[in-house]
């Protein structure tokens, strides 16, 4: 079956503006999850979407960032007003159920590169 | 807190000769533990994943780990190394008894299979 895809691959954009980048998870997984991997600080949770549930927003790093996953499926991340150090890889991730014990597939990421 | 270490950055080996990429975790009480390879410009394939039982978990392509509850590791084990096998590796932990299944990661070690 499919899996995780997310859009687009590349984002180049300049500093300052905003920025969308789109996940598209596994179908009937309810959990969602959002990561950011760049150089020097490894791969870092951003947030946790789970059914009907408030998100988990623990990782975010600033208010410039949020997220949003529409009829539980599809999720949005927004960027507002990108800084150089937002440059990264942004990964998308869903399971099935949320739980510590599930295995999270990935997609294969959004390279976003703040000019 | 929990947290994951990978003591290599690198680690070189020649095809056909066995390889060991390690990880060390710390978290309270007993850990679910996984680990995911990365090729170049692509997602986190996971690989395996231990959570009960045998201390000895096979996985995907060859591979294995071997969960030591009294040294807190989980080391990657493969017997004879392929090039294909050239890739980031990641380490993770997720929080037993916590139906947040978000992963810690470590900061990954480089595989290099040399022909």
């Known amino acids: 079956g499919a899996g995780v895809s997310q859009s687009p691959s590349n984002k180049v954009t300049e500093k300052g503006k905003d920025v969308e980048l789109r996940c598209d998870p596994i179908?009937?997984?309810?959990?969602l999850y959002w990561y950011r991997q760049s150089l020097g600080q490894g791969l870092e949770f951003l947030i946790y979407?789970?059914?009907?549930?408030?998100?988990?927003k623990s990782g975010l790093p600033s208010d410039r960032f949020s997220a949003e996953r529409t009829g539980g499926s599809v999720s949005t991340l927004t960027i507002q007003r990108t800084q150089q150090e937002d440059s990264a890889v942004y990964l998308c991730?869903?399971?099935?159920?949320?739980?510590?014990?599930?295995?999270?597939?990935f997609g294969p990421g959004t390279r976003l590169t703040v000019l | 807190a929990q947290s994951v270490a990978q003591p290599e950055d690198q680690v070189n080996v020649a095809e056909g000769n066995p390889l060991t990429v390690k990880c060390t975790y710390s978290?309270?009480?007993?850990?679910?533990l996984f680990w995911y390879v990365q090729y170049p410009n692509r997602g986190l394939q996971f690989l395996l994943k231990?959570?009960?039982?045998?201390?000895l978990v096979k996985g995907s392509y060859g591979f294995e780990a071997e969960f030591n509850k009294s040294q807190t590791s989980f080391h990657l084990k493969k017997p004879s190394a392929l090039v294909s096998d050239s890739a980031l590796y990641f380490c993770?932990?997720?929080?037993?008894?916590?139906?947040?299944?978000?992963?810690?990661f470590g900061r990954g070690t480089q595989l290099t299979v040399w022909p």
């Open positions: 991730a869903s399971d099935e159920a949320g739980y510590s014990t599930d295995t999270q597939y």
């Open positions: 979407f789970q059914g009907n549930s408030a998100p988990d």
């Open positions: 179908s009937g997984h309810t959990a």
């Open positions: 231990y959570i009960t039982g045998d201390n």
């Open positions: 993770a932990v997720s929080r037993r008894g916590s139906t947040l299944g978000r992963l810690y």
């Open positions: 978290v309270s009480g007993n850990p679910y």
